[in-house]
């Protein structure tokens, strides 16, 4: 087997990895992750190897100038496509053609003064430079974007390291030996082809599991918090306070009901729209004033829950009455005279409680206390009857 099988074998590789993030693109609707990117930069790249297997010699002409633009600009797309991945919105068919125009240029510039040597140079040199880049972005990475996907991104870091140092050692052998270095039954374009080979198989499906693995991580965000408020669902409320009380270091935890007063009147006279951004502004303030590690849950409707975790009486009592007064004094944007509406709540303190399984109890306690506080008045804080009122 020689260079030239293992190339044409590389472009079919190419174009099969190519129509599969094609269809994944377009399962994925709206919000396609890069795959459709990425699906770009394999056609490019398997079109450049194509050019590259029908092309013949290393020579001077517009198809080796188309496939040394197409070969420099499918690392380019697939640095965009993962950048899109990141969720950075970010243009990609005016970099690309901005790109693919000054490479072309830089081409032609170098071929007219210092010949197809140096052009196939500049090719090898251009290339090593770029996957150095990705390397260092990626390991980057591993301490600020994609913290969570460090052991991938150290992987890629390695893999992409490989074919920077195969291109630098081809951008050394070009200037040392010319043209010859590229023959296609050389040992040296064996190897390159062959690891080329290599990451066309292990990368693409990688790329693949990263993006099964965002959609399972968003399925699972969408399973446990609320869509519009971003807060906990009762699912996930459920889930935390299991895992808090799964330490053996775990205190006792305080429930507290928030119920915003008269919500009904705030609908009808401003409309569900401004309802909506009172239950998101709500939302904000009940995650601002809890403590780090406490959860925050909404019910349903205008009813929301915050489970101070690891507090005694005092520091639930504190909770409420610091989340009453941040609603109290809060103005809600929205109204149809452009004045801000405001609001205030109603807090249900349940008796501290140490286990998950005392939910469902701790629960009806502070709907009670939340009960005694509309009927006393509303914009006050109510405890359960086993504590004494605040």
């Not at 170098?110 to 996957?131: D, K, P, S």
């Not at 939302?283 to 489970?307: H, M, N, P, T, Y």
């Not at 005694?312 to 610091?322: I, Q, S, T």
Request: aromatic share 8%; proline share 3%; charged share 15%.
């Amino acid at each position: 087997m020689n260079a030239t099988v293992i190339l044409g074998m590389l472009c079919v590789h190419l174009m099969c990895f190519c129509l599969m993030f094609l269809l994944i693109s377009i399962r994925l609707n709206d919000r396609k992750m890069g795959t459709d990117v990425f699906a770009a930069g394999h056609l490019l790249l398997g079109l450049a190897y194509c050019l590259q297997l029908v092309g013949g010699a290393p020579e001077w002409g517009v198809m080796s100038v188309v496939n040394h633009t197409l070969t420099f600009c499918s690392p380019v797309v697939y640095v965009l496509g993962a950048i899109r991945f990141f969720d950075r919105p970010i243009p990609v068919w005016g970099p690309l053609l901005t790109v693919a125009g000054l490479y072309t240029m830089a081409q032609v510039l170098v071929q007219a003064a210092l010949g197809t040597e140096a052009r196939h140079a500049l090719l090898a040199c251009a290339c090593a430079v770029l996957f150095f880049g990705m390397v260092v972005a990626l390991l980057y990475g591993v301490r600020t974007f994609a913290r969570d996907l460090r052991v991938e991104m150290i992987l890629f870091a390695v893999l992409i390291g490989g074919i920077c140092v195969l291109n630098a050692a081809k951008f050394m052998m070009i200037l040392d030996g010319g043209l010859q270095t590229l023959d296609m039954n050389s040992r040296f374009q064996m190897v390159f082809y062959l690891y080329m080979s290599f990451l066309g198989t292990v990368l693409p499906p990688a790329a693949v599991w990263l993006v099964l693995s965002r959609l399972v991580d968003q399925l699972r965000v969408l399973a446990l918090n609320d869509p519009l408020t971003g807060l906990l669902n009762r699912r996930g409320l459920m889930e935390g306070l299991a895992a808090h009380f799964r330490s053996r270091t775990a205190g006792p935890a305080h429930l507290l009901i928030v119920d915003i007063d008269h919500f009904k009147r705030i609908n009808d006279t401003h409309g569900h729209q401004v309802g909506d951004v009172v239950l998101c502004r709500v939302a904000e303030i009940l995650k601002s004033v809890a403590r780090q590690g406490d959860l925050a849950c909404r019910l349903g409707g205008e009813e929301f829950v915050v489970i101070a975790l690891n507090a005694d009486c005092g520091g639930g009592a504190h909770l409420a009455e610091r989340v009453r007064e941040a609603v109290a004094f809060s103005q809600m944007p929205g109204g149809d005279s452009h004045e801000p509406v405001r609001c205030t709540v109603t807090i249900g303190v349940s008796t501290s409680f140490t286990s998950a399984e005392a939910l469902d109890e701790v629960l009806r306690q502070a709907d009670a206390a939340l009960y005694r506080g509309k009927t006393s008045g509303r914009n006050r804080v109510e405890w359960a009857p086993a504590v004494p009122a605040i």
